[in-house]
């Protein structure tokens, strides 16, 4: 499923609404998003799940390419953490 | 602060102007829609964002860290999340 077919199964749900603004919602709320974790803030859904940056330690990287050494800094990078009712209803 | 399905909703009011109580489901029905698809072992995508990816893993051994037992890990469906290029550069450096 893509976000336009996301868009789509919830606009067919909630036809009181008009289309273009269920479409402006989910976009809005994935861009929500994206800013609380550039902020460094956690996103907590309950039941779906949460989630949180994990740091990268600096390490010393190689170009595949070439075979140069380069520095590479220490980093940030987006962790999603399943919740109870999600890992139980993909199992089942 | 945690960013919640309230704050989600709140934000959708305030700066779409979709009324509360409306706000409130889309909220709810986004997430929803997102488990129904991983539960129906679809993957979801979610361009700018990021991929939800279904994975088995086959069962392995484990053991019950309190008492030592041996128990093997259940065969399982684990969902994992991917993050996109343009998430990932984004929170790269977080400026808090």
């Known amino acids: 499923m893509t976000k336009s077919e996301l868009i789509e199964r919830l606009a067919d749900q909630y036809r009181q609404l008009p289309a273009k603004d269920v479409e402006s919602a989910i976009k809005e709320i994935l861009e929500q998003m994206a800013q609380t974790l550039q902020r460094g803030d956690r996103i907590e859904i309950r039941g779906f799940g949460s989630f949180s940056l994990h740091y990268r330690a600096p390490r010393v990287g190689r170009n595949p390419k070439t075979g140069d050494t380069v520095e590479l800094e220490g980093k940030y990078v987006p962790h999603f953490k399943p919740g109870k009712e999600l890992r139980e209803r993909v199992n089942d | ?96």
């Open chain 2, 1 to 96: 602060m945690a960013l919640t399905k309230a704050d989600m909703a709140e934000h959708l009011f305030e700066k779409l102007g979709i009324n509360k109580r409306d706000a409130k489901d889309l909220v709810e029905a986004f997430f929803e829609e997102i488990r129904q698809a991983l539960e129906a072992g679809e993957q979801v995508k979610l361009s700018g964002f990021g991929n939800f990816d279904l994975r088995t893993k086959n069962e392995r051994p484990g053991r019950n860290p309190k008492t030592g037992e041996d128990i093997p890990i259940k065969a399982r469906r684990v969902v994992t999340f991917r993050p996109g290029q343009k998430l990932k550069s984004r929170v790269e450096n977080p400026q808090n």
